[in-house]
């Protein structure tokens, strides 16, 4: 039986396994090319993220194995929460231990985190096309697709999907 999986706000310390993680996940996924790409140059700085925005890591047996970036609207990584939405994004897991249940406990430590917050109705997210078991995830914890809200990265022809789940 697989050991617990805890859910807590990155740290200094975790920054370097967020990094690897992040750009390991993203590339396992086949949206670029290599980890030189300025998109994933960006999303592996850490620091940079973490002083901007909430990092929480999923960790098992005292080792990162996940992580995902929360926002609410008006901060600087929400692409398209609305005022009474809390974002997720960036939410990976290593590739060496995807589908053991740390994607599932991140969705479900945010959704109750959510819950929390004052004048939070609902929790939204923007996935690829093409990362099918993101969508599997999505739709298992309760999201729905929100097709209207779909948007394509500026500059480029990738169109992101939104899923949005009321709270």
Avoid at 47 to 55: F, G, L, V, W
Avoid at 75 to 93: G, H, K, N, Q
């Amino acid at each position: 039986m697989p050991s617990q999986i805890r859910i807590r706000p990155a740290v200094p310390a975790d920054f370097d396994a967020i990094a690897r993680i992040t750009r390991d996940a993203y590339l396992a996924a086949g949206y670029f090319e290599d980890a030189e790409h300025p998109y994933m140059r960006q999303i592996q700085d850490v620091a940079k993220r973490a002083a901007k925005a909430t990092i929480w890591v999923a960790e098992r047996d005292s080792t990162v194995v996940g992580s995902v970036t929360l926002a609410v609207a008006g901060e600087p990584y929400a692409d398209i929460a609305r005022s009474d939405e809390l974002e997720f994004r960036m939410l990976v897991v290593d590739p060496a231990v995807q589908r053991s249940g740390a994607g599932m406990a991140m969705v479900r430590a945010i959704l109750d985190h959510a819950r929390a917050l004052p004048g939070i109705r609902a929790v939204a997210l923007t996935t690829g096309m093409t990362w099918e078991s993101a969508h599997g995830l999505y739709r298992k914890t309760g999201f729905v697709r929100v097709p209207e809200r779909d948007w394509l990265v500026p500059d480029t022809d990738i169109r992101l999907l939104v899923y949005r789940q009321e709270l």
